[in-house]
């Protein structure tokens, strides 16, 4: 089983629609993100959350919000969705280690299309 | 110059080749280099930290040039199972920083048999 889980993995909604997208992690680590990535232009993050009472913005938060519900789930909310969100969602998680802040483990990811 | 800037590729190389790539970074205060792999519609999954040292991890090489802002990533005797998008990623951060990365765009690698 992964240790990162996404859900739905494929989603066809239609504008205006409310859509979460679910991320569950048994790695027991404290911080989780929501990224997202198109073609051509990388991944971007969203929003990020260092523990349960803690969440910031990424670089392209409008449109979105998030709810930490626990340690293990970080869930992805499009309140009135667009075609322009149509993309690949990624959730991530890390833990802190001194001198490995860079690693993050991926969930499978959660493609959303906005029709 | 962009955050993080990589050749997209593709690079098309056959089996057994050495092959290299480079990414270049903006700002000179970033503090920690990363390169990952995604396979085609999969997610990211860390290949390897650059150190200031370099390193190396059986046919992979990473290396950093602080001076030049560059990283570089160099692939030995390439397999077919190599052909992936190899991402750069840079961390501004330090400490409680992981937030900080910046991804590159990536470069697309294609080993030919």
């Known amino acids: 089983d992964a240790d990162v889980t996404q859900t739905p993995r494929n989603r066809i909604t239609k504008t205006g629609k409310r859509i979460m997208l679910e991320c569950s992690q048994t790695?027991?680590?404290?911080?989780m993100y929501w990224y997202r990535q198109d073609p051509g232009l990388g991944l971007r993050l969203i929003y990020y959350?260092?523990?349960?009472?803690?969440?910031n913005k990424g670089e392209i938060s409008d449109g979105y919000s998030v709810s930490r519900q626990a340690q293990a789930k970080f869930s992805l909310s499009l309140e009135s969705a667009i075609p322009n969100q149509t993309a690949l969602y990624f959730c991530?998680?890390?833990?802190?280690?001194?001198?490995?802040?860079?690693?993050?483990?991926f969930g499978e990811g959660s493609r959303l299309t906005v029709l | 110059r962009k955050e993080v800037e990589q050749d997209p590729g593709p690079f098309n190389v056959p089996e057994g080749a050495t092959v290299a790539f480079n990414c270049t970074y903006s700002?000179?205060?970033?503090?920690?280099f990363f390169w990952y792999r995604q396979d085609c519609r999969k997610e990211p999954k860390l290949l390897m930290s650059?150190?200031?040292s370099g390193n190396e991890d059986g046919r992979f090489t990473a290396q950093l040039n602080r001076a030049s802002q560059y990283i570089s990533l160099l692939i030995r005797d390439s397999k077919l199972s190599d052909s992936a998008t190899y991402l750069c990623v840079v961390n501004r951060g330090s400490g409680a920083g992981s937030y900080q990365l910046t991804f590159g765009k990536g470069t697309k690698l294609s080993v030919i048999p």
């Open positions: 650059v150190y200031s």
């Open positions: 700002n000179s205060a970033s503090q920690s």
């Open positions: 959350s260092f523990d349960v009472k803690d969440i």
């Open positions: 991530a998680t890390s833990a802190f280690t001194p001198g490995r802040t860079g690693e993050l483990f």
């Open positions: 790695k027991g680590h404290d911080r």
